[in-house]
């Protein structure tokens, strides 16, 4: 059933560690319905995974109480609705810890619904056992290969759900793995009824999400066109949809905040992390990106119209993270003269030191910032450079040969090279690689739970 | 025949696919999307990669966006997390295409 003819719904995170006041500026430069905010990216959920099992209170983005703090007290008031996937693997105790924060706010009659059942870490023998494999997308392996160096498992859910959860009345709505499309999605679903075959709609919906996700990428930030063009980036509105019945939407930004909203600046967000653009896969539709349609429409104001959409698969996407060993980065600054050749032979003399005493990796990596680590063999040779950074990576599953890495960096300091710089960083240490695993599992076999509670 | 840089033609975006990146490539005006098709062809961009890029090159259209996406496979040293490179997510992929060199006519003008 249709609620209304139009939402504003405003991004306020792109990713985790996004501008942490972004939030609170979209809900009080101007007139907004539902606030979104991604904190997910695809390994973040091992990371959440360790924080739960060392306590069972843990499990979620801590930063989205610092957001929540700030927002409460005016979202409560104007009745602005609040959507994010910043539950992670345990928001129960996200919304628990939210609670906490409104009864000392004052705030009253508050009512968060969570989206959960997305976390499959726990089944993962039982899907073995039943025959599901959760074969590797990109390498065709069987997930038994790396099982008991698992670290997470989950499967991404939609906005169909997150929708469920507003029409029971959460006014925020915290989820674990819900796609960032999804977040965006949902407000369209609940208020304007849309339903599940309405294909068109929903990958309008899609769209409209991609371009909010990675919040300020879409209204000036990281514009490659013509950047310094964009105005005031100190203050970037982060972008807003401002979403239609009938499937059009208009990306915008508040009055008198800076950054960019151009046809361009969409553009070039709707290109990022795409592969086949008629095959954008979701769980609710598979939108065609080659139908997309842009229009300015006014200052900082892009009608996207025309979005074409078909039936869903069959499978969810489910994304796994798994120990694969460790990995160290060190850095050492060489100064002119001839900064980039002392740099090279520290490379060397290095490389031979740790290959004298028999350690092995998989990988020795070496860049030198300044001259190569953004386009590697690509890069120019330069003319002398005044300085440059020699950074040496390694990675492996002998922890001991990282170890050693660690403590043959420094040394070169005074046994390599002159004119060196730049260790107070000390060891290098070793860090686990947590590595992905992207598989599919049929819909039929998970399904999302929705929990609404008031305060 | 003259040669310029993609730069002048084209502005791009580009993220990380696991171990693909994907690389947005744009018209800067609509008149230079035929050019972009008919010079940046897989294989030239396959040869302009490298040592980057170890697998296949992909390309789709988008002639409504007068855009062209790439997706290099196993050009980001493992992906995004495994990755040892300091641009682990090829974020500057974008830029590595636009050194690309097109040959033009000598009357072509960019401006």
Not at chain 1, 46 to 63: C, E, F, N, T, V
Not at chain 2, 91 to 108: C, G, H, N, Y
């Amino acid at each position: 059933m249709k609620k209304r003819d139009s939402i504003r719904i405003a991004s306020g995170q792109g990713y985790w560690g996004d501008l942490p006041q972004a939030p609170y500026w979209q809900v009080s430069k101007g007139p907004t319905d539902y606030l979104v905010m991604d904190y997910l990216a695809e390994v973040t959920m091992s990371i959440l995974q360790k924080q739960k099992s060392r306590d069972p209170r843990l499990g979620y983005a801590k930063d989205l109480l610092q957001v929540m703090e700030q927002i409460l007290p005016i979202v409560s008031a104007n009745g602005i609705k609040v959507i994010t996937n910043g539950g992670g693997v345990n928001p129960q105790a996200c919304r628990d810890a939210i609670f906490d924060i409104a009864k000392r706010l004052g705030v009253k009659g508050l009512k968060i619904g969570v989206v959960y059942g997305d976390d499959i870490y726990g089944r993962i023998d039982q899907l073995l056992g039943s025959g599901n494999d959760l074969i590797n997308m990109d390498t065709g392996e069987s997930v038994r290969k790396v099982r008991d160096r698992l670290l997470s498992a989950n499967v991404y859910f939609g906005a169909f759900p997150i929708a469920k959860a507003l029409e029971q009345g959460a006014q925020i709505v915290l989820t674990g793995r819900a796609t960032d499309t999804g977040l965006t999605l949902a407000p369209m679903i609940h208020e304007f009824g849309w339903g599940k075959d309405e294909f068109d709609n929903l990958a309008a919906g899609i769209v409209a999400g991609h371009i909010l996700e990675c919040g300020g990428q879409s209204s000036g930030g990281n514009y490659l066109k013509d950047w310094r063009s964009v105005p005031d980036l100190a203050n970037i509105g982060f972008p807003i949809a401002e979403a239609h019945a009938d499937g059009t939407v208009y990306i915008t930004k508040h009055d008198g905040t800076g950054g960019l909203v151009s046809v361009d600046t969409i553009k070039e967000q709707l290109l990022y992390e795409i592969g086949n653009p008629r095959e954008y896969i979701t769980p609710e539709v598979v939108a065609d990106f080659t139908s997309i349609q842009l229009e300015q429409a006014g200052e900082n104001r892009v009608k996207v119209f025309g979005v074409k959409g078909r039936a869903p698969t069959d499978f969810f996407k489910v994304s796994m993270a798994y120990s694969d060993g460790y990995y160290a980065i060190g850095t050492l600054t060489y100064g002119w003269p001839d900064a980039l050749e002392k740099a090279q032979a520290a490379d060397r003399i290095m490389r031979q030191r740790l290959q004298d005493l028999g350690h092995k990796f998989d990988e020795f990596h070496t860049e030198f910032l300044g001259y190569n680590s953004c386009h590697g063999p690509l890069s120019p040779q330069p003319a002398e450079i005044n300085e440059v950074v020699l950074r040496v990576a390694v990675r492996g599953h002998d922890k001991e040969s990282i170890e050693a890495f660690g403590r043959q960096l420094v040394p070169l300091v005074l046994t390599g090279p002159p004119t060196v710089t730049g260790f107070g960083g000390g060891r290098p240490k070793p860090q686990e690689v947590v590595a992905y695993w992207p598989a599919l599992l049929p819909k039929s076999l998970v399904k999302p739970e929705i929990e609404v509670a008031e305060l | 025949m003259k040669k310029i840089l993609l730069l002048k033609l084209a502005h791009a975006r580009s993220g990380d696919k696991g171990d693909a990146s994907n690389i947005g490539v744009i018209a800067r005006k609509p008149e230079y999307f035929s050019l972009l098709r008919e010079k940046l062809t897989p294989e030239a961009v396959r040869k302009h990669f490298e040592g980057i890029c170890r697998g296949k090159v992909e390309r789709f259209e988008l002639p409504n966006l007068g855009a062209l996406n790439f997706l290099l496979h196993e050009a980001l040293g493992g992906g995004g997390t495994v990755s040892l490179r300091n641009d682990a997510q090829g974020k500057t992929m974008s830029t590595a295409i636009l050194r690309m060199e097109i040959e033009v006519p000598d009357d072509f003008e960019t401006r």
